[in-house]
């Protein structure tokens, strides 16, 4: 390995299986020291043990305010220092709409998007305070977005809300957080993980053997993301799939029609035809027939 995170801290949530436990090996790999934080203490237990004295496990409710503020001081007290947060965290209950259950609506709200906020708000009052007192960081974040946030999903109206709304936390946060030393990106990823795999059975390929869909794929570019060679990305959303990295595309402005002033309802027809013929089809919703 390169040693690109030696010295590096880094707290990755969600890190007890899949593809949280291959960033948080992934890190150690290349010389960092890991919190690997996941709700079931014995699967961080595990990955902390695989790494060895360069990891800690912690079981803090990333989604909990008070047990994200703990998770940025388990770094702290640990390692002496905090350099990069992984929000990765996260579950499922899918639904079609029309029967999904408001207690499904707010766990998977409260576990992906303030479970990315909350630990993201408490790292960066941390880095913020050494800032002002003159050790400017060169601190990370990178959130865990996903394909549904940015295109939506058929059955995962939850999921892909939340998603899009890690996106959009992503670029603000990259916004106000720069002049920190802080950069905030995001990663979209497919992997095959329990989350998903009744989706993504094997896609290996018979004549190398490489498994498209295994989570350790995802890794290389949120280590390199992490590292101190990333300084000048930031704002950004990165697909991830197999040996596949592209750049999302994020919503931009459109076509434009001015009247230069107030338009009346009944003239709006043919405003609408003209700007939908200028524009490009949007991109299909997933499992959108």
């Given at each position: 390995m390169s040693g690109l995170c030696q010295g590096r801290v880094v707290v990755v949530t969600g890190a007890g299986r899949g593809i949280g436990r291959a960033h948080a090996l992934a890190f150690a790999a290349e010389g960092a020291s890991v919190v690997v934080n996941d709700v079931d203490a014995g699967a961080a237990a595990e990955v902390a043990g695989a790494i060895g004295e360069n990891a800690v496990a912690n079981t803090s409710d990333v989604a909990d305010w008070t047990g994200a503020r703990d998770l940025v001081g388990t770094a702290l007290?640990?390692?002496?220092?905090?350099?990069?947060?992984?929000?990765?965290?996260?579950?499922?209950?899918?639904?079609m709409l029309v029967n999904l259950a408001e207690d499904e609506w707010d766990a998977v709200v409260r576990v992906h998007l303030k479970g990315h906020f909350a630990p993201l708000r408490h790292a960066a009052e941390h880095w913020r305070a050494e800032a002002k007192a003159g050790r400017t960081p060169s601190a990370r974040v990178i959130n865990?977005?996903?394909?549904?946030?940015?295109?939506g999903s058929v059955g995962q109206g939850n999921y892909s809300a939340a998603k899009a709304g890690i996106a959009g936390?992503?670029?603000v946060a990259a916004a106000e957080l720069a002049r920190y030393g802080i950069t905030v990106n995001a990663?979209?990823?497919?992997?095959?993980?329990?989350?998903?795999?009744?989706?993504?059975?094997?896609m290996a390929r018979p004549d190398s053997g490489f498994d498209?869909?295994?989570?350790?794929?995802?890794?290389?570019?949120?280590?390199?993301?992490?590292?101190e060679e990333s300084s000048h990305v930031?704002?950004?959303?990165?697909?991830?799939?197999?040996?596949?990295?592209?750049?999302?595309?994020?919503?931009?402005?459109?076509?434009?029609?001015d009247k230069g002033e107030r338009w009346e309802p009944a003239e709006l027809g043919p405003v609408v035809k003209e700007l939908l013929e200028r524009a490009p089809e949007p991109e299909p919703v997933y499992g959108a027939s």
């Open positions: 007290e640990q390692f002496g220092r905090l350099d990069v947060l992984v929000n990765n965290a996260g579950f499922l209950r899918d639904r865990t977005s996903s394909g549904a946030g940015l295109l936390l992503t670029v990663i979209a990823p497919a992997a095959r993980t329990r989350m998903t795999e009744s989706v993504f059975a094997s498209a869909m295994a989570p350790e794929n995802v890794s290389p570019l949120v280590v390199w993301l992490g590292s930031t704002g950004r959303v990165f697909e991830v799939e197999g040996g596949k990295v592209s750049l999302a595309q994020a919503w931009r402005h459109g076509p434009v029609v």
